[in-house]
């Protein structure tokens, strides 16, 4: 069963996903070479919590940090350190969320601290363009596959992979809600997408393999392979008129 979300209930969706948007804003200001990995989530804790929010990954399933804060080949998870220091041409992936009167925002974006290399800048893009031509592709009477075939079609002809283990999902009074939303699969299939259903559309792109697994914090998920890895997330409405980002946000990512 797919939650559908009323008029009213999309309001406070937005109220929630401008939380998470300022938030994820305030993590990529506080990527800087020198910073760890702390300082970012503190950035982000301070910010929602300013903002009236709750950070809703803190505790979640036991995670300790408001952000997942994911270095290089850290694909998704990241545990926020205070001994993990960010360097020059690293690449951050910042994950986060609030609540809001009840509802959940997530979102997610990959920020590059200073120069990064040609292949971790066009990872970067290409994840990034994957994120919007998935949203673009979830439209009232398609369907979920359609999103994953967007996102997967797109990735793959440009050489990169797509993380197979790790999913979007729905979002809304819970933070991962049904349906999953793979970002691999075939167009028409899959649940239909009807008006007031509210998405975490979230591709987590590898620049070689897609194999992933875990590390023994039960937390950190890393390529297997060591090749880089980007994620971008935002949280969509879908409406009778297309697909609305809840999660807009306009942010530099080479600042
Ligand atoms: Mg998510």
Redesign the pocket.
């Known amino acids: 069963m797919i939650p559908v979300k009323s008029a009213a209930e999309l309001e406070k969706m937005r109220a929630a996903c401008q939380v998470a948007a300022g938030a994820l804003k305030a993590g990529g200001d506080a990527v800087r070479p020198g910073a760890t990995t702390a300082d970012v989530d503190k950035a982000v804790y301070d910010y929602i919590v300013a903002h009236g929010g709750v950070p809703n990954f803190k505790g979640y399933g036991g995670f300790p940090g408001s952000a997942c804060v994911s270095v290089g080949d850290t694909v998704i998870h990241g545990i926020p350190s205070k001994t993990q220091v960010i360097r020059e041409g690293d690449i951050v992936s910042i ?1 986060t969320g609030a609540i809001v009167d009840g509802f959940h925002g ?1 979102n997610a974006y990959t920020f590059a601290c200073g120069q990064v290399s040609d292949e971790a800048k066009r990872l970067i893009l290409t994840t990034r363009e994957a994120l919007f031509r998935g949203i673009a592709a979830a439209q009232a009477g398609g369907r979920v596959g359609d999103i994953s075939y967007a996102v997967q079609s797109y990735v793959e002809a440009e050489g990169f992979s797509v993380v197979r283990d790790f999913v ?2 729905g ?1 809304g009074r819970e933070l991962h809600e049904a349906p999953e939303v793979p970002n691999f699969g075939r167009a028409g299939r899959g649940p239909r997408l009807a008006p007031g259903m509210t998405l ?1 559309i ?1 591709p987590m792109i590898n620049e070689k393999g897609h194999k992933v697994h875990v590390l023994g914090d039960g937390w950190t998920v890393k390529t297997t392979d060591g090749g880089l890895s980007a994620h971008f ?1 935002h949280t969509v409405a879908i409406t009778k008129d297309g697909p609305e980002i809840l999660t807009e946000w306009q942010v530099d990512p080479w600042k």
């Open positions: 994950d997530d979007g999902h979002v975490a979230e997330e």
